[in-house]
């Protein structure tokens, strides 16, 4: 009792804050954080430190200069860290919405770098000296690539379409198919968008089946816009039939009425031509003869967060000028990365070297094997006895509601309970996932069949080396 005794620190023994904070282990401490919050950390520590001594129960080792730095110097790290972190994403799911969608090319990130560091004609127009168009920066770019003869940019494609319904029919109708009434996550419905933009909308066809004759018969004198919306997130199979871009311009143009197209994903490219299956790009949907087009900019497009409408010069003007326009405009950052994006589409050949999103759903299985084949024994050893790992092919999807039935050839690490994953394997694998979860360089994959598989689609070549350090973290 006594040898025990002399083990444990009394409050007595405790430093004085001034005292401590004068001490040289603190200094670098003092550099990095400031005062304020060296001493409000630090003062909370000693706090709990004179409870834990009059309870009984402070180890002499945690009085010592050396060890009050140590908590203080985690508590303002951890209290610092970015709530925004970089995970490495192995869901499988490419364009994966709660993870921030697409990731952008470098040449982005250095306009982004310039736009952030330096001041830039975002509204100054340069040849005159007067006032600019920040949709300027892009439009020119965005018409010559889709087809377009106007074009402007706001903060999503949800944006883009309630401005758009908002500018063009409010108190008035608008002709949707019952079988393109989606909901996107995220609360994103086009009934909702609808009464939020002051429109009506008017349902034609059924569930599986919309005809023209549907659409001819809805058009009246209160009818604003025909539109026709991706099914972005499912697919209507079997019986069914659906009304064609061209077909609806038809039906509405004696009319005058103009049709309007949600794309949702909206490519700029052929995605068949390196062997993926065919998305509608924005220029066949124009060339079609829509009169705006809305679509996103980090679905497949491979750019920031941002939502484009191209189309006819006059209802772009007029949509222009809506006082949401200015509510729902932009920031230069984002025309900033969204430039360099879509000037790599003039250029194809080289789109899925430069165009990161392209750059993954194209990686080659054979090079996503070696990949796990190198990682797999990393993560066995780290894992131990309780679970085996194992090289495994899988399926990616391309996510963010493009192509949502089409699933791409993918490789990675397929991990079970050891025995078989019979009772209280669920429960392993739950805790292996939150323990994935939690490493500083989170790690997020997918539970599914009694396994958690690891996707390397997603994994950049640069960055396998920094996978296994955290799967040998998992060990501690
Ligand atoms: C994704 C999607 C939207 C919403 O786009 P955000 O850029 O996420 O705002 C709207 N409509 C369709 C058809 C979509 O697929």
Known sequence: MVEHDR?????????????????????????????????????????????AALAGALAREAVTSAAFAGRVSQSLAARNRSALRPVFNLTGTVLHTNLGRALLPDSALEAVMQALTSPANLEFDLATGGRGDRDDLIAPLLCELTGGEAATVVNNNAAAVLLMLATLA?????????????????????????????????????????????????IGEKTALLMKVHCSNYEVTGFTKSVSVAEVVQIAKPHGVPVAVDLGSGTLAPL???????????????????????????????????????GRKALIAKIK???????????????????????????????????????????????????????????AKALGEAYTVAPAPMVSQIGSGALPVEQLPSYGLAIAPAGGGKRGGGRALAKLEAALRALPYPVIGRIADQTLWLDLRCLAPDNEARLALQFAELRA
């Not at 919050?37 to 430190?49: N, S």
């Not at 949707?176 to 066809?205: Q, W």
């Not at 924005?282 to 939502?307: N, R």
């Not at 360099?340 to 299985?365: G, I, K, Q």
């Open 272 to 310: 068949e031509r390196w062997g993926l299956p065919h998305e509608t790009t924005v220029q066949e949907t124009i060339a079609a003869g829509a009169d705006l087009v809305t679509f996103s900019g980090d679905k497949l497009l491979g750019g920031p967060q941002a939502g484009m409408i191209v």
């Open 170 to 218: 409010k108190r008035r109708e608008v002709v949707v198919s019952r079988g393109e009434l989606v909901e996107i996550g995220g609360a994103f419905r086009i009934p909702d968008i609808m009464t939020h933009a002051g429109a009506k909308l008017v349902e034609v066809g059924t569930t599986n089946r919309t005809h023209a004759a549907d659409y001819r018969d809805a």
């Open 7 to 51: 083990e444990l620190a009394r409050a007595s023994d405790l430093p004085s804050l001034d005292r401590l904070l004068g001490m040289p282990e603190f200094q670098a401490l003092l550099a990095e954080f400031g005062r304020t919050q060296v001493t409000a950390a630090l003062r909370g520590d000693l706090d709990e430190c004179r409870a």
């Open 321 to 379: 000028r809506h006082p949401l326009k200015r509510a729902l405009r932009v920031g230069k950052l984002t025309l900033a990365a969204l430039e360099p994006v879509l000037r790599l589409y003039r250029d194809p050949e080289h789109l899925p070297e430069r165009l990161t999103t392209l750059r993954l759903l194209t990686r080659s299985r054979a090079e996503m094997a070696a990949q796990a084949e190198r990682l797999a024994p990393v993560l």
